[in-house]
């Protein structure tokens, strides 16, 4: 099955500062790549999702990266402010099985002011 | 669109008992559902894949035995933990597929304590 590795597990910014996460994947199968952003005790939000037809994708401040061969994606976040702080999810799926997610372990970012 | 809503939010239940953890997907119809499990500090652990009326497909080492899931209409799949045991304590949330709602959107969770 697909195994998805994250890195970091914890990461630490000054606010303004830019935060990388990267995963990598297993299965070549896997063809949608969703990050979500997860706030104690509530569920995760679908924050940016890519495709695998596309290798970047922007939203604002977000913005994610894919490298089908090399099986690994990356969300950058910008000019972090506080409120980014949260934890945040990879996932995998092959986009034909229903969306069945595969998540990587989490990154727990915390913006400092 | 695509409303998912989870319910209860947080139950409390004493070991031995059953419980028993309604989704919903509110404005659409969902083909699929899909239940998964998180603990404490931990990642979403897929727990079984729910297709509408017929057998849920459980993970490997998901006790479907345990953990009983309903998917009897488009709209609502059920999961029941029976005899739950303290190490059932954790958050179960739900998520629902719909190809004309794509991507994937979630519960709310719930927080199942099991005293």
């Known amino acids: 099955g697909e195994n998805v590795e994250q890195h970091p597990s914890t990461l630490s910014v000054q606010e303004g500062d830019s935060a990388v996460i990267k995963c990598t994947y297993s299965d070549s199968a896997s063809n949608y790549f969703p990050w979500y952003k997860q706030e104690l005790g509530k569920r995760p939000q679908l924050i940016i999702d890519?495709?695998?037809?596309?290798g970047e994708k922007k939203d604002q401040r977000i913005a994610v990266t894919l490298n089908k061969t090399a099986k690994h994606f990356s969300l950058h976040i910008t000019e972090t402010q506080p409120e980014d702080s949260a934890v945040y999810f990879c996932?995998?799926?092959?986009?034909?099985?229903?969306?069945?997610?595969?998540f990587g372990k989490g990154t727990s970012l915390l913006v400092t002011p | 669109g695509a409303v998912v809503s989870q319910h209860p939010s947080w139950v409390i239940c004493k070991s031995g008992t059953s419980v028993k953890i309604e989704c919903r997907s509110l404005?659409?119809?969902?083909?699929?559902m899909f239940w998964y499990r998180q603990f404490p500090k931990q990642s979403l652990m897929l727990m079984a894949t729910?297709?509408?009326?017929?057998?849920?497909?459980?993970e490997q080492g998901v006790e479907k035995d345990k953990f009983l899931i309903n998917h009897a209409s488009l709209t609502l799949s059920t999961l029941t933990v029976t005899s739950a045991h303290p190490e059932d304590s954790s958050f179960y949330i739900c998520?629902?597929?719909?190809?004309?709602?794509?991507?994937?959107?979630f519960g709310n969770g719930t927080r199942l304590t099991v005293t």
């Open positions: 404005d659409f119809q969902a083909t699929t």
């Open positions: 729910s297709n509408e009326g017929s057998k849920a497909t459980y």
């Open positions: 890519i495709r695998s037809n596309v």
């Open positions: 996932a995998a799926s092959q986009g034909n099985s229903g969306y069945a997610l595969n």
């Open positions: 998520s629902a597929y719909s190809a004309d709602y794509s991507p994937l959107h």
